[in-house]
Structures are given as C-alpha cells and as structure tokens.
C-alpha cells in the first residue's frame, strides 16, 4: 500500500469493490498508527456515491484503473468528491496502446 506516504494525522476514506480486502487492509494500516481510517466502502470506483460531493482534500488512486468497468465514470466519481482545490494522486501501470510508434516508456 502507499501508508508510508501519507502525511501523519490523515483521515482515509477507502473505496474497493474486493469484500475481502478489509482484513488485508486492517493488517497494513496497524503498521501505521499515525493514519486514521474513516471508514471501508465496498464498492468499486464507478458507484461510490456514498461519498458525499465536495467532502475530501484529496483523492489517491493506485494501480485500479486496469480493473474499472468505466475508467471515465471512476474519475468523475473522485472529481466529484474533492472540494474545490483538492488534488488528486494517481498511479498506474498500464499497456502502451501504440507500441510501435512508442515502444516503452
């Protein structure tokens, strides 16, 4: 997970479709006491309306968009979430769509 980066004293509302994850989860944050968990929402990222508009400082998306339904829904969602200003983190690891005219970046 990316705890290590997170600033001390953050609130984390967490997002993930997998029902399972929340041990795994639980099992990682304790390494990190300084991380506070809001709450654990089952749920993948295109239906996470539960998170209220405008309620987050910043949103944090690693190494999902492969697995997403709709990619354009999922970034709608976290746009939707962040107050105005927020800022949104993203990490991914995804195929070059034209390897011949870029090969590997």
């Given at each position: 997970?990316?705890?290590?980066?997170?600033?001390?004293?953050?609130?984390?509302?967490?997002?993930?479709?997998?029902?399972?994850f929340k041990t795994y989860y639980n099992e990682n944050r304790?390494?990190?006491?300084?991380?506070?968990?809001?709450?654990?929402?089952?749920?993948?990222?295109?239906?996470?309306?539960?998170?209220?508009?405008?309620?987050?400082?910043?949103?944090?998306?690693?190494?999902?968009?492969?697995?997403?339904?709709?990619?354009?829904?999922?970034?709608?969602?976290?746009?939707?979430?962040?107050?105005?200003?927020?800022?949104?983190?993203?990490?991914?690891?995804?195929?070059?769509?034209?390897?011949?005219?870029?090969?590997?970046?």
């Amino acid at each position: 997970t990316n705890f290590q980066f997170y600033p001390e004293g953050c609130h984390l509302i967490v997002v993930d479709p997998n029902p399972h994850f929340k041990t795994y989860y639980n099992e990682n944050r304790a390494k990190f006491p300084m991380i506070k968990s809001e709450e654990i929402i089952v749920a993948g990222g295109e239906d996470m309306d539960m998170v209220p508009d405008e309620s987050v400082d910043a949103v944090v998306v690693s190494l999902v968009f492969c697995s997403t339904q709709d990619t354009r829904k999922v970034l709608q969602q976290a746009l939707r979430g962040l107050v105005p200003g927020g800022k949104m983190y993203f990490v991914e690891h995804v195929r070059e769509w034209d390897g011949e005219k870029h090969g590997t970046r």
